[in-house]
């Protein structure tokens, strides 16, 4: 099995991933933006496939508790 790909594809900066999202404009401000334009219906679900930290599936999840 090959070994999986880091956040930002060097391990040693996988620490700074948060860091470097909000650095360059897509941190908690941006996050917010984007669940708010989500439309989640209630039959809906939202799935993080296991893109970054999960910091925009927390933000969605913040804007809609039961999906």
Do not use: Q
């Not at 040693?12 to 404009?25: E, I, K, Q, V, Y």
């Not at 401000?29 to 496939?49: G, Q, T």
């Amino acid at each position: 099995m090959d070994k999986p790909i880091t956040a930002l594809s060097f391990e040693f900066l996988t620490p700074f991933f948060d860091f470097l999202s909000n650095t360059f404009g897509f941190g908690k401000k941006f996050n917010a933006l984007v669940a708010n334009l989500l439309k989640i219906k209630s039959d809906e679900r939202l799935v993080d496939v296991g893109f970054g930290t999960g910091s925009l599936l927390i933000a969605a999840e913040s804007k809609y508790p039961k999906y």
